[in-house]
């Protein structure tokens, strides 16, 4: 299932990167394609309701923007092991229920 980018999530991304309203579409593919990405790697987390997965999200997607994406890998993996590792925890804790 593909998560649509909501107005205010772009927003908030806009409003974070000081952007104006000319590169809607592509952020809105960058953010999708980041979650996407994102999902894969760490779990099944909601944009709209984890924070710590939307400032993930935000981060790869300043990278992207920035033509930088082969840095976000490496400058970021402590971030990207810890929500795998707690939704893979949160999976075995509820198969053990």
Do not use: P, W
């Not at 649509?4 to 809105?28: A, P, T, W």
């Not at 996407?36 to 099944?44: H, Q, V, Y």
Request: charged fraction near 35%; hydrophobic fraction near 35%.
């Amino acid at each position: 299932m593909e998560t649509v980018i909501s107005n205010e999530i772009l927003q908030q991304f806009k409003d974070r990167m000081h952007l104006g309203d000319d590169e809607d579409d592509n952020l809105k593919r960058i953010l999708s394609t980041s979650n996407k990405s994102l999902l894969r790697i760490c779990g099944d987390y909601d944009l709209n309701n984890d924070e710590e997965f939307k400032e993930l999200v935000f981060e790869r997607s300043r990278y992207v923007y920035n033509d930088a994406l082969e840095y976000f890998d490496k400058n970021f993996l402590s971030q990207i092991n810890s929500l795998g590792i707690d939704k893979a925890l949160e999976e075995i804790k509820l198969d053990g229920d």
